[in-house]
Antibody, heavy 120, light 108 residues
């Protein structure tokens, strides 16, 4: 069974840093591109960042570029998101999600999410 | 960036109703359109990919259609467990994907 479990969320002050983790199991993690998607309270879904299977290709939304860093450790079946210079508008539930190998690469599995709150 | 819109933003329906949600892209995205269902406090769940392909395990009352810029998600006979928010998402510009604003389906 495919499982994605996020951790590392919490309360942080503006300007602070946080590192999110996503532990994957039930599939060959090293074969899949992975994503972070966030959802502000009561709002819609926003793609944040993507990393290819071998970390060769990395992409960021303009809203986080230069502040967030995505990475992965295929030996540990883990995905990470280092978040620096956090702002109030980064407050959201952060989901890790797998790029499916189906036509069009939909996000076929999602974790349960971890809440990041940026507030003084 | 490709912008996605959905209509309506919310709707009220009864069990057994046929429900249709529309999604429109700001440019042609061929059939690179996916639909997700999200219930309160839960992660989104993939329902439909490539505009009309049903994800494994998803009930056949869900169907999708469309290509280019206009797409629809149809629930043929609404069930109690279908009350949720539905999002469309374009993967034409993957990995820079974008989601629609969502359509909340609640009980009439």
């Amino acid at each position: 069974e495919v499982q994605l479990v996020e951790s590392g969320g919490g309360l942080v002050k503006p300007g602070g840093s946080l590192r999110l983790s996503c532990a994957a199991s039930g599939f060959t993690f090293s074969s899949y591109s992975m994503n972070w998607v966030r959802q502000a309270p009561g709002k819609g879904l926003e793609w944040v960042s993507s990393i290819s299977s071998s970390s060769s290709y990395i992409y960021y939304a303009d809203s986080v570029k230069g502040r967030f860093t995505i990475s992965r450790d295929n030996a540990k079946n883990s995905l990470y998101l280092q978040m620096n210079s956090l702002r109030a508008e980064d407050t959201a539930v952060y989901y890790c999600a797998r790029d499916g190998i189906l036509t069009g690469y939909p996000l076929d599995y999602w974790g349960q999410g971890t809440l990041v709150t940026v507030s003084s | 960036d490709i912008q996605m819109t959905q209509s309506p933003s919310s709707l009220s329906a009864s069990v057994g109703d046929r429900v249709t949600i529309t999604c429109r892209a700001s440019q042609s995205i061929s059939s690179y359109l996916n639909w997700y269902q999200q219930k309160p406090g839960k992660a989104p769940k993939l329902l439909i990919y490539a505009a009309s392909s049903l994800q494994s395990g998803v009930p056949s009352r869900f169907s999708g259609s469309g290509s280019g810029t206009d797409f629809t998600l149809t629930i043929s006979s609404l069930q109690p467990e279908d009350f949720a928010t539905y999002y469309c998402q374009q993967s034409y510009s993957t990995p820079r994907i974008t989601f629609g604003p969502g359509t909340k389906v609640d009980i009439k």
